[in-house]
């Protein structure tokens, strides 16, 4: 997980090129680790296991409590959050560019977009027509809770407004950190082979939405759909799929009434006000 890649241990990230500085979430020396349990099998359901106080359940803690914060805020103000993952190269820009040009001027879409350095996702999305903030998290590799804190403070989002939250491309750390976002969308490319919903299983399993895209590359490819929608079924059997293509916009229309159907279900509690 995250302690031993070690990007929960960084201290600042940038906001739009602003280096902002974060919450420390504990000393080093409170991670432990048996080496011995390496060598173990996994436990037999009913074993009681060691108890351990590790860095990773610290950190999900302190990241829990801020993103209940923004989920009761967007909420408050009436505004459907999507956290959108998927591995790097699915199309997750592109799909959000597409969105926000079909979409046009019926919806006000903001996004935050994560990756650990430049601005390029951002400025694609300020061409397509919307405001973004750019969150490069360094050597982290997933956005966090306070860090999508930040960007609201500077969108202001507002009642019926989309805000998309673009994570940084990986299947595995942004599954386990929670935002506070209402939805979660997991996009997933044909390129990408369609074993990926049961090697990666965490992501799909807590998924709301998956969106297959690039399908309009199945002719050229030895991707086997039906086999890729069984998997998906194994994992999370509710899980709702549209196939689609960002590129040709097959499918894309299937995508927006989602999308409508989503952000009619939210209504403010109070009045927004800025942050």
């Given amino acids: 997980m995250c302690t031993v890649c070690g990007c929960s241990k960084n201290a600042q990230f940038s906001v739009n090129g602003e280096t902002q500085f974060r919450?420390?979430?504990t000393q080093k020396e409170n991670f432990k680790l048996n080496p011995e349990s390496l060598q173990q099998p996994l436990a037999k359901k009913g074993t009681k296991m060691p108890e351990v106080h590790t860095?990773?359940?610290?950190?999900?803690?302190?990241?829990?409590?801020l993103a209940a914060l923004n989920r009761r805020e967007l909420s408050r103000r009436g505004v459907l959050s999507l956290n959108i993952l998927s591995s790097p190269g699915a199309g997750k820009t592109r799909v959000l560019e597409r969105t926000i040009a079909d979409l046009d001027q019926s919806v006000v879409c903001q996004v935050i977009e994560g990756d650990q350095a430049t601005e390029q996702d951002a400025l694609r999305i300020r061409r397509a027509?919307?405001?973004?903030v750019q969150?490069?998290?360094g050597n982290g590799c997933h956005l966090e809770a306070d860090m999508l804190a930040s960007g609201i403070k500077?969108?202001?989002?507002?009642?019926?407004?989309?805000?998309?939250?673009e994570n940084v491309g990986n299947?595995?750390?942004?599954?386990?950190?929670?935002l506070g976002e209402t939805r979660r969308v997991v996009i997933l490319s044909v390129t990408e082979g369609e074993d990926k919903p049961i090697k990666y299983p965490y992501i799909f399993h807590n998924a709301d939405l998956l969106l297959i895209n690039k399908i309009d590359l199945l002719p050229h490819l030895e991707f086997d759909l039906q086999r890729c929608l069984d998997y998906v079924t194994t994992v999370n059997p509710s899980l709702m799929t549209l196939c689609v293509s960002a590129q040709t916009g097959e499918g894309m229309?299937?995508?927006y009434q989602w999308l409508q159907k989503e952000?009619?279900?939210?209504?403010?509690?109070?009045?927004?006000?800025?942050?």
């Fill in 135 to 137: 969150i490069n998290t």
């Fill in 253 to 255: 229309d299937e995508w």
């Fill in 154 to 165: 500077i969108l202001q989002p507002r009642e019926s407004n989309i805000l998309f939250i």
């Fill in 55 to 65: 860095l990773e359940q610290q950190v999900l803690a302190k990241n829990d409590s």
């Fill in 263 to 275: 952000r009619a279900a939210l209504t403010p509690s109070e009045p927004c006000e800025e942050m």
């Fill in 23 to 25: 919450f420390q979430s």
């Fill in 129 to 132: 027509g919307a405001q973004a």
């Fill in 171 to 178: 299947l595995v750390c942004p599954a386990l950190f929670d």
